[in-house]
Protein backbone atom coordinates (compact mmCIF):
# COMPACT_ATOMS: atom_id res chain seq x y z
CA UNK A 1 0.00 0.00 0.00
CA UNK A 2 1.31 3.05 -1.00
CA UNK A 3 1.94 5.57 1.87
CA UNK A 4 0.93 9.49 1.18
CA UNK A 5 3.60 12.12 1.27
CA UNK A 6 5.94 9.44 1.62
CA UNK A 7 8.90 10.93 -0.97
CA UNK A 8 9.97 12.96 2.06
CA UNK A 9 10.97 10.16 3.78
CA UNK A 10 12.88 9.55 0.74
CA UNK A 11 14.89 12.76 1.82
CA UNK A 12 15.42 11.78 5.55
CA UNK A 13 11.98 11.82 6.62
CA UNK A 14 10.81 13.82 9.87
CA UNK A 15 11.94 10.29 11.85
CA UNK A 16 15.51 10.10 11.90
CA UNK A 17 16.90 6.32 12.65
CA UNK A 18 17.76 6.21 16.05
CA UNK A 19 21.25 4.15 15.83
CA UNK A 20 21.17 0.58 17.45
CA UNK A 21 23.42 1.02 20.78
CA UNK A 22 26.60 -0.39 20.82
CA UNK A 23 26.20 -2.70 23.88
CA UNK A 24 23.32 -3.89 22.05
CA UNK A 25 23.25 -7.79 20.38
CA UNK A 26 21.37 -8.93 17.86
CA UNK A 27 18.93 -11.74 19.16
CA UNK A 28 20.19 -15.20 18.07
CA UNK A 29 19.02 -16.79 14.65
CA UNK A 30 17.41 -20.08 15.25
CA UNK A 31 19.10 -23.27 15.83
CA UNK A 32 18.72 -25.86 12.72
CA UNK A 33 15.34 -27.68 12.84
CA UNK A 34 13.34 -24.72 14.05
CA UNK A 35 11.68 -22.08 12.35
CA UNK A 36 11.34 -18.27 14.60
CA UNK A 37 8.54 -15.91 13.65
CA UNK A 38 9.00 -12.48 14.59
CA UNK A 39 6.53 -9.80 14.01
CA UNK A 40 7.67 -6.21 13.89
CA UNK A 41 4.48 -4.33 12.72
CA UNK A 42 2.90 -4.10 9.22
CA UNK A 43 4.66 -6.04 6.56
CA UNK A 44 8.08 -6.58 8.85
CA UNK A 45 8.87 -9.77 9.85
CA UNK A 46 11.99 -11.33 11.21
CA UNK A 47 12.30 -14.65 9.97
CA UNK A 48 14.91 -17.55 11.51
CA UNK A 49 15.03 -20.72 10.10
CA UNK A 50 18.08 -23.32 10.30
CA UNK A 51 20.53 -20.40 11.79
CA UNK A 52 19.80 -18.11 8.92
CA UNK A 53 17.58 -14.43 9.27
CA UNK A 54 15.36 -13.61 6.66
CA UNK A 55 14.16 -9.65 7.42
CA UNK A 56 10.84 -8.79 5.01
CA UNK A 57 9.83 -5.42 3.95
CA UNK A 58 11.73 -3.71 6.67
CA UNK A 59 9.84 -0.38 7.89
CA UNK A 60 12.11 0.10 11.09
CA UNK A 61 11.95 3.37 11.94
CA UNK A 62 8.96 5.74 13.15
CA UNK A 63 6.70 6.31 10.74
CA UNK A 64 6.79 5.23 7.04
CA UNK A 65 6.18 9.42 5.12
CA UNK A 66 3.22 10.69 6.33
CA UNK A 67 1.97 7.55 7.88
CA UNK A 68 2.37 7.19 11.79
CA UNK A 69 3.08 4.02 13.64
CA UNK A 70 1.38 3.29 16.47
CA UNK A 71 3.34 2.52 19.34
CA UNK A 72 7.29 2.72 19.15
CA UNK A 73 9.86 1.68 16.54
CA UNK A 74 11.37 -1.77 16.58
CA UNK A 75 13.78 -3.13 18.81
CA UNK A 76 16.87 -3.05 17.00
CA UNK A 77 18.39 -5.94 18.04
CA UNK A 78 15.14 -8.10 16.99
CA UNK A 79 16.06 -7.18 13.08
CA UNK A 80 19.75 -7.03 13.48
CA UNK A 81 22.49 -9.47 11.67
CA UNK A 82 19.77 -10.29 8.86
CA UNK A 83 21.32 -13.17 6.23
CA UNK A 84 18.90 -11.34 3.72
CA UNK A 85 16.11 -8.92 3.26
CA UNK A 86 13.26 -10.00 1.02
CA UNK A 87 11.76 -6.37 -0.65
CA UNK A 88 8.42 -7.56 -2.09
CA UNK A 89 7.67 -3.99 -3.69
CA UNK A 90 8.48 -0.16 -3.63
CA UNK A 91 5.61 1.06 -1.89
CA UNK A 92 7.05 3.27 0.73
CA UNK A 93 5.52 1.05 3.60
CA UNK A 94 7.21 -1.57 2.22
CA UNK A 95 10.66 -0.10 0.84
CA UNK A 96 11.52 2.80 3.18
CA UNK A 97 14.69 3.64 2.18
CA UNK A 98 15.90 4.82 5.99
CA UNK A 99 15.12 1.14 7.06
CA UNK A 100 16.78 -0.32 4.04
CA UNK A 101 20.05 1.79 5.12
CA UNK A 102 19.97 0.55 8.49
CA UNK A 103 21.07 -2.49 6.96
CA UNK A 104 24.36 -2.37 5.27
CA UNK A 105 26.03 -5.46 4.02
CA UNK A 106 22.77 -7.50 4.11
CA UNK A 107 21.45 -9.06 0.18
CA UNK A 108 18.46 -7.14 -0.35
CA UNK A 109 16.15 -9.41 -2.73
CA UNK A 110 13.52 -7.82 -5.00
CA UNK A 111 12.95 -8.17 -8.66
CA UNK A 112 15.18 -6.62 -11.29
CA UNK A 113 13.90 -3.31 -11.99
CA UNK A 114 13.22 -2.99 -8.29
CA UNK A 115 17.02 -3.69 -7.22
CA UNK A 116 18.19 -1.40 -10.03
CA UNK A 117 16.12 1.37 -8.36
CA UNK A 118 17.29 0.71 -4.91
CA UNK A 119 20.60 0.57 -5.86
CA UNK A 120 20.21 3.74 -7.79
CA UNK A 121 18.57 5.34 -4.42
CA UNK A 122 21.79 4.12 -1.82
CA UNK A 123 20.76 0.17 -1.33
CA UNK A 124 24.05 -1.13 -2.82
CA UNK A 125 23.34 -4.58 -1.92
CA UNK A 126 20.21 -4.99 -4.08
CA UNK A 127 20.29 -7.82 -6.10
CA UNK A 128 17.34 -8.31 -8.70
CA UNK A 129 15.96 -12.18 -8.76
CA UNK A 130 14.73 -13.56 -11.69
CA UNK A 131 11.67 -15.26 -12.42
CA UNK A 132 11.43 -19.03 -11.46
CA UNK A 133 15.71 -18.36 -10.17
CA UNK A 134 16.45 -19.52 -7.04
CA UNK A 135 18.63 -17.85 -4.66
CA UNK A 136 20.75 -19.72 -1.95
CA UNK A 137 21.72 -18.08 1.27
CA UNK A 138 25.42 -18.04 1.33
CA UNK A 139 26.95 -20.98 3.40
CA UNK A 140 23.46 -22.38 4.57
CA UNK A 141 20.72 -24.66 2.68
CA UNK A 142 18.00 -22.13 2.71
CA UNK A 143 17.00 -20.81 -0.67
CA UNK A 144 14.78 -18.20 -1.72
CA UNK A 145 12.88 -17.23 -4.67
CA UNK A 146 10.20 -14.72 -6.14
CA UNK A 147 6.50 -15.67 -5.90
CA UNK A 148 3.77 -14.01 -8.06
CA UNK A 149 1.29 -11.44 -6.63
CA UNK A 150 -1.35 -9.01 -7.65
CA UNK A 151 -0.69 -5.61 -6.63
CA UNK A 152 -1.20 -2.86 -9.02
CA UNK A 153 -3.64 -0.81 -7.71
CA UNK A 154 -2.03 2.29 -7.00
CA UNK A 155 0.92 2.62 -9.39
CA UNK A 156 3.68 4.85 -8.22
CA UNK A 157 4.92 7.40 -11.16
CA UNK A 158 8.31 7.75 -9.60
CA UNK A 159 9.16 3.87 -8.70
CA UNK A 160 8.77 0.39 -10.32
CA UNK A 161 5.57 -1.08 -9.99
CA UNK A 162 6.69 -4.65 -9.86
CA UNK A 163 5.26 -6.52 -7.15
CA UNK A 164 5.57 -10.42 -6.08
CA UNK A 165 5.92 -12.35 -2.91
CA UNK A 166 8.89 -14.69 -1.69
CA UNK A 167 8.86 -18.51 -1.52
CA UNK A 168 11.64 -19.54 1.21
CA UNK A 169 12.21 -23.00 1.17
CA UNK A 170 14.72 -24.61 4.25
CA UNK A 171 15.20 -27.91 5.87
CA UNK A 172 13.07 -27.31 8.57
CA UNK A 173 10.31 -26.15 6.36
CA UNK A 174 8.56 -23.96 3.83
CA UNK A 175 7.63 -20.65 4.28
CA UNK A 176 5.46 -17.96 1.86
CA UNK A 177 5.62 -14.26 2.83
CA UNK A 178 2.71 -12.99 0.26
CA UNK A 179 3.84 -9.46 0.49
CA UNK A 180 0.75 -7.14 -0.53
CA UNK A 181 -1.36 -8.90 -2.92
CA UNK A 182 -4.95 -9.83 -3.84
CA UNK A 183 -6.01 -13.11 -4.22
CA UNK A 184 -5.05 -14.94 -7.67
CA UNK A 185 -5.92 -18.61 -9.28
CA UNK A 186 -1.96 -19.11 -9.33
CA UNK A 187 -1.76 -19.51 -5.58
CA UNK A 188 -2.61 -23.13 -5.93
CA UNK A 189 0.96 -23.35 -8.11
CA UNK A 190 2.70 -22.32 -5.07
CA UNK A 191 3.00 -25.52 -2.98
CA UNK A 192 3.96 -27.29 -6.18
CA UNK A 193 6.69 -24.38 -6.62
CA UNK A 194 7.75 -25.36 -2.62
CA UNK A 195 7.91 -28.92 -3.69
CA UNK A 196 4.91 -29.25 -0.88
CA UNK A 197 2.59 -27.67 1.24
CA UNK A 198 2.97 -24.32 2.60
CA UNK A 199 4.22 -24.95 6.48
CA UNK A 200 4.07 -21.19 6.90
CA UNK A 201 2.24 -18.27 5.64
CA UNK A 202 2.79 -14.62 6.38
CA UNK A 203 -0.33 -13.20 5.20
CA UNK A 204 -1.56 -9.64 4.58
CA UNK A 205 -4.64 -9.02 6.32
CA UNK A 206 -5.20 -5.49 6.69
CA UNK A 207 -3.28 -1.94 5.69
CA UNK A 208 -3.24 1.53 6.82
CA UNK A 209 -7.05 2.43 6.58
CA UNK A 210 -10.70 0.58 7.60
CA UNK A 211 -11.05 0.45 3.57
CA UNK A 212 -8.93 -1.70 1.72
CA UNK A 213 -8.02 -0.69 -1.78
CA UNK A 214 -7.58 -3.10 -4.73
CA UNK A 215 -4.61 -5.18 -4.69
CA UNK A 216 -4.98 -6.34 -0.88
CA UNK A 217 -6.73 -9.29 0.62
CA UNK A 218 -9.42 -8.96 3.74
CA UNK A 219 -9.32 -11.29 6.32
CA UNK A 220 -11.50 -13.59 5.29
CA UNK A 221 -9.65 -13.97 1.88
CA UNK A 222 -6.60 -14.17 3.53
CA UNK A 223 -8.14 -17.56 5.33
CA UNK A 224 -9.33 -18.55 2.18
CA UNK A 225 -5.79 -18.16 0.59
CA UNK A 226 -4.28 -20.21 3.64
CA UNK A 227 -6.70 -23.01 2.75
CA UNK A 228 -5.67 -22.77 -1.13
CA UNK A 229 -1.83 -23.52 -0.67
CA UNK A 230 -2.24 -25.48 2.44
CA UNK A 231 -0.74 -23.53 4.77
CA UNK A 232 0.05 -25.58 8.06
CA UNK A 233 0.32 -21.88 10.03
CA UNK A 234 -0.17 -18.86 9.27
CA UNK A 235 0.88 -15.41 10.72
CA UNK A 236 -1.27 -12.63 9.85
CA UNK A 237 0.97 -9.00 9.02
CA UNK A 238 0.19 -6.11 7.71
CA UNK A 239 -2.51 -4.70 10.17
CA UNK A 240 -3.09 -2.76 13.34
CA UNK A 241 0.75 -0.48 12.83
CA UNK A 242 0.40 2.25 10.69
CA UNK A 243 -2.13 4.94 10.47
CA UNK A 244 -3.00 8.42 8.67
CA UNK A 245 -1.98 11.62 10.66
CA UNK A 246 -5.27 12.68 11.57
CA UNK A 247 -7.36 9.47 12.30
CA UNK A 248 -10.20 10.54 14.85
CA UNK A 249 -13.37 10.53 12.39
CA UNK A 250 -12.18 6.60 11.73
CA UNK A 251 -14.07 4.26 13.83
CA UNK A 252 -12.79 3.96 17.14
CA UNK A 253 -10.69 0.44 17.43
CA UNK A 254 -10.37 -0.27 13.30
CA UNK A 255 -7.00 -1.04 13.83
CA UNK A 256 -7.19 -4.23 16.65
CA UNK A 257 -9.27 -5.93 14.33
CA UNK A 258 -8.08 -7.52 11.69
CA UNK A 259 -5.52 -10.25 13.27
CA UNK A 260 -8.15 -11.55 15.33
CA UNK A 261 -10.69 -11.15 12.12
CA UNK A 262 -8.44 -13.52 10.57
CA UNK A 263 -8.09 -16.17 13.39
CA UNK A 264 -12.11 -16.37 13.43
CA UNK A 265 -12.55 -16.58 9.31
CA UNK A 266 -9.52 -19.41 8.89
CA UNK A 267 -11.30 -21.36 12.10
CA UNK A 268 -14.11 -21.58 9.23
CA UNK A 269 -12.03 -21.61 5.90
CA UNK A 270 -9.24 -22.64 6.71
CA UNK A 271 -9.81 -25.07 9.83
CA UNK A 272 -5.94 -27.10 9.66
CA UNK A 273 -4.06 -23.85 9.68
CA UNK A 274 -2.95 -22.96 13.05
CA UNK A 275 -2.81 -19.18 13.18
CA UNK A 276 -0.19 -17.41 15.26
CA UNK A 277 -1.75 -13.63 16.26
CA UNK A 278 1.13 -11.97 17.12
CA UNK A 279 1.20 -8.39 18.70
CA UNK A 280 4.56 -5.96 16.92
CA UNK A 281 7.81 -7.30 18.88
CA UNK A 282 6.20 -10.87 20.17
CA UNK A 283 7.38 -13.72 17.78
CA UNK A 284 6.59 -17.65 18.26
CA UNK A 285 8.67 -20.71 17.82
CA UNK A 286 8.16 -23.46 16.01
CA UNK A 287 10.26 -26.58 16.56
CA UNK A 288 10.12 -30.22 15.45
CA UNK A 289 8.22 -32.59 13.53
CA UNK A 290 5.20 -33.33 14.72
CA UNK A 291 6.34 -31.76 17.65
CA UNK A 292 3.39 -29.84 20.63
CA UNK A 293 3.88 -26.13 19.93
CA UNK A 294 6.31 -24.00 21.90
CA UNK A 295 3.91 -21.72 22.76
CA UNK A 296 1.33 -23.95 24.13
CA UNK A 297 -1.27 -22.87 21.48
CA UNK A 298 -0.61 -23.33 18.18
CA UNK A 299 2.00 -25.75 16.29
CA UNK A 300 3.18 -27.02 12.99
CA UNK A 301 4.59 -30.11 10.90
CA UNK A 302 7.78 -29.37 9.15
CA UNK A 303 8.96 -31.41 6.23
CA UNK A 304 11.62 -33.94 6.66
CA UNK A 305 15.51 -32.60 5.15
CA UNK A 306 16.42 -33.88 2.04
CA UNK A 307 13.92 -32.01 -0.32
CA UNK A 308 15.71 -31.78 -3.47
CA UNK A 309 17.61 -28.64 -4.04
CA UNK A 310 18.47 -27.09 -7.50
Do not use: I
Not at 15 to 41: F, M
Not at 77 to 95: C, E, K, M, P, R
Request: glycine share 12%.
Amino acid sequence: MTAPGADRADRGGTSPATPPSASSAPSAPSAPGAVRVRWLGHATVALDVDGVRLLTDPLLRGNAGLLRRRGEAPDATHWQGADAVLVSHLHHDHAELGSLRLLPGAPVLSSPANARWLRAHGVDGALGLPDHVWWSVPGSDVRVRLAPAVHADRPMPHRPNSAHGFLVDAPSGRVWFAGDTAPFAAMADLPALLGGPVDLALVPVGGWGPRLSGGHMDPSQAARACAVVGARAAVPVHWGTLHAPVSRRLPPGWMDRAGPAFAHAAARFAPRCRVHVLTPGDQVELTGEDAPPSDGEHGRTPRRPGHGRT
